[in-house]
């Protein structure tokens, strides 16, 4: 006997479709759940809402075959063969992300072919790989933040097996999986849930319509993303979730679920006996995200910093347009660096007003995850281009110097660690002639509107901007690509093995600057940055026992003086 469920409070009517099969109705209960036991039911199922004859998807269905449109199919979490037993977790304190996206990671773009590929990120030294979202949307391949079934793997990247298939290799490898989870809006096309329930409020954000946290109903759509939560966690075995844009989930109840959802994963990891994380995605450079509950915060583990790829960004390329414009000097860096947050209660250009709070000097710097380049920085640029189109090799290794032994959590995004030279463009592939059309559209107004010439903006539906942003492996052939890998390899090991760099206290980070140099000092280790195009020296607070990294040859020291040619950095210990 199998039973079905589903939440649909304002239906009259619900009837449990089974292809090939006579239609069963199924009984109301007070809390707008519907049930019905079927002998032998399954595997493949939808749901017809009162009269209407339209097949619809179970909104928490774990398994979409047949793509979003079509029927569901039971899926047994228990059926999969682990093999990590042993497995005890990856904590973010100390550890390196690593973003990548399963559909251009690879040609191949699937989890299986991602799994021939994680010994090359063993030998980076990463500790967790941070998978963009592959919950199922329309078409076949995407960013992965038009999903619409919250509990399904995309099944063109190998379905609930594949991935289960990837982050049990993972795991073999002692690399830990992040998977980055989106719940402020349902994707354009293949949205049923809302025809079920009251799943959106009336406000809308940049992506459609909010999630109705706080309005009738409110309790089992926050139920419906805590479980899909729990889900990753538990049954999938990823070791932590990236929230996307929490800034887009509008929420007036006393406990907002960002807390909610930091209670039942701590509830969850005490259980499991492994660290799991939350990691925000926000703009609002609110540091009660990442304060413990206890100290009257939501009690998250860690949040992107968009500060912090800003301050080196404008730094290393001089771009200063939109939201750059307050950046781009070394006295923003050495803020970021030994504050956190640049806008901390200071005045946004951008915005036009004041911005963001400042972070207690308490708060771990190991909370902020930090960034050369990711999806976004580098995908919402008009050609998708980054930023080894345009720096030398020379200032790419300084500025993976200044993020690599900053007192935050790191992260690279795929490729950057052998400079590829592949684009990563915004691309779609919805089968819908006007969605399609609309997307591509409003693509080229929005970049022409910041000057960007129609024409240079690539079609999002070109099959041929989805191939051009496929990482181009063969890369790792060619010397100057082997040289900056090598030169990655080094660095990150070299954290590893120095407490003076993964110490997160944000207090004890001294920064000064001069004339196009920066000097950080981590305990007794000094990182010196000459950005200039002429080599420059740098009189340092202590004598010199020895170098331990040179981004760049002809570094040379003179007791309590580095010389340093153009664009190059070097670490030291006193």
């Known amino acids: 006997m199998t039973e079905f469920t589903v939440w649909a409070p304002d239906a009259t009517r619900v009837r449990l479709h089974l292809p090939g099969a006579a239609d069963h109705e199924m009984r ?7 049930r019905v036991d079927v002998p032998g039911g399954g595997p493949d199922y939808a749901f017809l809402l009162d009269d209407d004859e339209t097949p619809l998807p179970d909104p928490r269905s774990q398994w979409q075959p047949a793509g979003v449109h079509g029927p569901s199919r039971l899926y047994d979490q228990s059926a999969f063969d682990w093999t990590d037993d042993a497995w005890t977790g990856r904590q973010l304190p ?10 251009t990671f690879t040609p191949e773009g699937t989890f299986d072919a991602a799994i021939d590929r994680l010994d090359h990120l063993v030998a980076l030294g990463v500790d967790l790989i941070e998978l963009l979202p592959v919950n199922a949307f329309n ?50 096309s293949g ?20 999630v109705n946290l706080d309005g009738p109903h409110s309790d089992e759509v926050r139920r419906y993303i805590i479980d899909s939560v729990l889900m990753w966690l538990r049954d999938y075995h990823v070791d932590g979730l990236r929230l996307d844009a929490v800034h887009a989930l509008p929420d007036s109840r006393a406990v907002p ?12 990891s005490t259980h499991l006996g492994r660290p799991l994380s939350l990691i925000a995605e926000s703009d609002l450079n609110d540091p009660r995200l990442i304060t413990p509950r206890e100290a009257g915060g939501f009690g998250l583990h860690a949040q992107w910093n968009d500060d912090a790829h800003h301050a080196l960004h404008t730094l290393l390329t001089g771009e200063r347009q939109g939201y750059y414009s307050d950046f781009g000097s070394l006295e923003t860096l050495s803020d970021v660096l030994t504050g956190g947050f640049f806008h901390a209660g200071t005045w946004s250009s951008f915005r036009n007003r004041h911005h963001g709070r400042a972070l207690d000097p308490r708060v771990p710097g190991h909370r902020l995850v930090a960034y050369l380049q ?4 580098i995908g919402n640029r008009a050609t998708g281009d980054r930023i080894s189109s345009s720096l030398s090799p020379a200032l790419l290794r300084v500025g993976a110097v200044l993020l690599l032994t900053s007192p935050f959590t790191p992260m690279l ?50 099959p041929q901007t989805f191939v051009r942003s496929r990482l181009d492996w063969a890369e790792l052939d060619k010397p100057e690509h ?19 760099l993964s110490d997160p206290r944000l207090h004890a980070v001294s920064v000064q600057h001069g004339d196009q140099f920066l000097l950080m000092r981590r305990g007794e280790t000094l990182v010196v940055a000459n950005l200039a195009g002429r080599g420059q020296g740098v009189s340092l607070p202590g004598v010199v026992r020895r170098v331990l990294l040179a981004s760049g040859e002809g570094v040379t020291v003179m007791r309590d003086r580095i010389q340093l040619p153009a664009e190059t950095a070097a670490i030291v210990a006193l």
């Not at 991935?163 to 795991?171: C, N, Q, S, V």
């Not at 052998?418 to 059309?437: G, N, R």
């Not at 559209?441 to 999002?460: L, S, T, Y």
Request: a negative charge; hydrophobic letters at 40%; proline letters at 8%.
């Open 139 to 188: 078409g076949e391949h995407n960013w992965g933040y038009d999903g619409v079934c919250w509990y399904a793997p995309h099944e063109p990247y190998g379905g609930p097996d594949g991935l289960k298939r990837l982050i049990d290799a993972a795991h073999a490898k002692g690399l830990g999986v992040i998977l980055d989870v989106v719940y402020n809006h349902f994707g354009p």
């Open 191 to 210: 949205a049923y849930a809302p025809r079920f329930g009251p799943y959106l409020a009336e406000q809308s954000n940049t992506w459609g319509r909010s």
């Open 28 to 34: 109301a209960a007070a809390d707008g759940w519907w």
């Open 94 to 103: 100390g550890g390196i992300l690593y973003e990548l996206h399963i559909g």
């Open 374 to 377: 990711n999806h976004d920085q």
């Open 257 to 268: 679920l960002l807390e909610e959802l930091a209670v039942a994963v701590e509830s969850l």
């Open 413 to 462: 995004f795929m490729g950057e660690e052998w400079a590829a030279s592949t684009p990563w463009q915004f691309f779609t592939s919805h089968p819908e002639p006007e969605l399609a059309a609309a997307v591509a559209q409003g693509r080229r107004r929005e970049f022409e509107a910041h000057g960007w010439p129609p024409g240079d903006v690539p079609d999002p539906q070109d």
């Open 482 to 500: 082997r040289e900056m890998l090598a030169f990655y390899q080094r660095l990150i090991a070299l954290r590893r093995s120095l407490p003076d």
